[in-house]
């Protein structure tokens, strides 16, 4: 049977998220002319090129068991992305991030508009209000495409707690992420539970299982993709952490050194306050979580996490946790030719630079 | 067939709601024992007396159309519930509302959890992400109940689209709502567009759909159901304006004149503004939005609202909706008990005080 590539699948992925997006835009017109930026902002942010890790992944472990591919699979899969949309949005009014993917984050683009055209009230609690109900739309949407992606209610109904699972642990991850933050502490263990979670459970592994789960055989596979995603997963969110310190902004889309002035505790900084000389760990602690550190200030704590070994070591760690992933998929029950894209999907993960 | 009356329905509904929050507080505690405040917080928001008007509904329009009692559509109906609580929670972080059923709203909650514990960071930005992520949470347990309510995916599936379709219809008619304020126009026309989304079709016309189509028979009774609903809702909405301004902060929980100082474009506010002279209607608008109006302004306000004659007709509106909407129940495809419940709850909805 010949596959897919992997870029065509995230084609289909986007071809689905877009036709899914408009028909719910039309919906959104069709109730109130008021409503026009909310489906126009929803559809770009939608259909704005994101990575698709998620329905890549569950579609991944959908085509792993052996199942042929289907239409109808692959828009279930996609479905993953609307959780993943509520969550971005959902997480730049909670960080009070400016920009995603280099354009305004959706409350900017919302205070935007409030200032514009010259409404009534604060501009700033009218752009959060936007995004909180959003996120909220997406979230929502989320479950109207897995619903209607085609496939029998039984084959969806035997995926849906996995989906949900997804869900919660995604939930209960950002708020220990948040936590986390407000328990300042450098608690290397936490941090890397926290990413395990967030990274390993929500981004990879429950998707691969969701999607074995849709396609309703080889369950043994389901554990298979645990020893390949929780790592990875891991290794998933230190390359997001060292790109948060250290990313090219004109890469990432976002500021550079934009973790430092969010005072995120990852396990990068965890690592480096382990390693540092108490001067040091002074000049960190004071930068870390403030809002207006300059680019020489940003250049200076890179400088520091740098000398203090924790970047070169976090490299390391991620080079582990990519073999033990990709041991995992030297299993019998595997499709061949997707334990290739998965090898393929671990190093792209871990080598990004954005 | 006895059918059970409208407090053991809502008794049921209570405890259906206890049983999935607490079942889903396990799961959470059982990912980190830092959720437990998440856990706590949410079972005590769900399990704490709300009106539960939409699973009533949405039950009442299953047993209309002759369906044998069951749980498992009950449990179903009671995920409504769930949506609602979402609602709530962004609600009030989207106006900064403080209160909620006379407790602390939940980002002040978590606002005080994070005060309390001394974190690290502001209190209030902890509060509102913790508020966001928790309405998040409750919004993916609506459709983890209503799939696991134990009916056929077959019966869930057949129901799903009008849940989706009300909760889409639900975060347009809260956008509409933010934007009317932010427009600050006291056009009657739009304010009677927006009630009648909001409460009509969220509140009352969709969760009856939903019990019908969850029965799978007598289809006809959806039209009844939009004749019903759409006008109660209005008046639901109405008598929301006028509590808004009038209740009685002993039973409404929240504080007197709420509506006043959070500067809401009600329908009560167009009929005011457009029955009142000149310098009334400059007092108004001053105090419109006015987070800082103290008990006598609110009174002043009061009592300007009441001159202008709003509050007759406000009150007169609601009456002719009320009786609008008890005709449509005389048809007779509708079982009869059903629709001297359906008497009851729209006498409850229009003539309550909180």
Redo the contacts between chains.
């Keep these: 049977m010949v596959l897919p590539g992997i870029t065509q699948i995230r084609e289909a992925i986007d071809s689905e998220l877009l036709e899914f997006t408009r028909a719910?835009a039309e919906?959104?017109n069709a109730?109130?002319s008021?409503?026009a930026p909310?489906a126009d902002a929803l559809t770009d942010f939608i259909t704005d090129g994101g990575k698709r890790f998620r329905p890549i992944f569950a579609y991944l472990g959908y085509l792993g068991t052996g199942a042929a591919p289907s239409e109808k699979a692959l828009r279930a899969c996609a479905a993953l992305e609307l959780v993943h949309v509520?969550a971005l949005i959902?997480d730049d009014?909670?960080d009070?991030s400016d920009t995603r993917r280099k354009k305004p984050a959706l409350h900017k683009r919302f205070e935007k508009l409030?200032r514009t055209n010259g409404?009534?009230?604060e501009s700033e609690?009218?752009g959060?209000?936007?995004a909180?109900?959003l996120?909220?739309?997406a979230?929502?949407?989320s479950?109207?495409m897995l619903?209607e992606s085609g496939l029998t209610?039984?084959d969806?109904?035997r995926a849906?707690p996995l989906f949900?699972e997804m869900?919660?642990?995604l939930?209960?991850g950002?708020?220990?992420d948040?936590?986390e933050?407000?328990?300042?502490s450098s608690d290397l263990d936490r941090s890397r539970?926290i990413a395990r979670?967030k990274s390993g459970k929500y981004s990879i592994e429950r998707p691969l299982q969701f999607g074995v789960a849709l396609a309703g055989k080889f369950p043994e596979l389901q554990n298979l993709f645990s020893d390949y995603g929780l790592p990875l997963g891991e290794a998933f969110q230190l390359r997001d952490d060292i790109l948060g310190v250290f990313g090219d902004s004109a890469l990432t889309g976002k500021p550079a050194g934009d973790d430092i002035r969010e005072?995120k505790r990852t396990v990068l900084m965890a690592l480096a306050t382990s390693k540092m000389s108490d001067t040091s760990h002074s000049i960190l602690q004071s930068a870390l979580?403030n809002p207006n550190l300059d680019n020489s200030q940003v250049a200076q704590i890179q400088e520091l996490v740098k000398d203090s070994g924790a970047l070169a070591e976090c490299e390391k760690l991620i080079e582990q946790l990519l073999q033990e992933s990709l041991r995992a998929l030297e299993h019998p029950a595997l499709d061949t030719s997707v334990a290739n894209y998965l090898r393929e999907m671990a190093v792209a993960a871990t080598n990004r630079k954005s």
Tied chains: 1, 2.
């Design positions: 719910r919906q959104l109730i109130d008021h409503l909310v509520c959902h009014v909670m009070g409030h409404y009534a009230g609690k009218f959060v209000a936007a909180i109900l996120g909220d739309l979230l929502s949407w479950d109207e619903s209610s039984a969806t109904q849906a949900y869900r919660a642990e939930m209960a950002q708020y220990l948040v936590l933050g407000a328990l300042a539970k979670l005072g979580g």
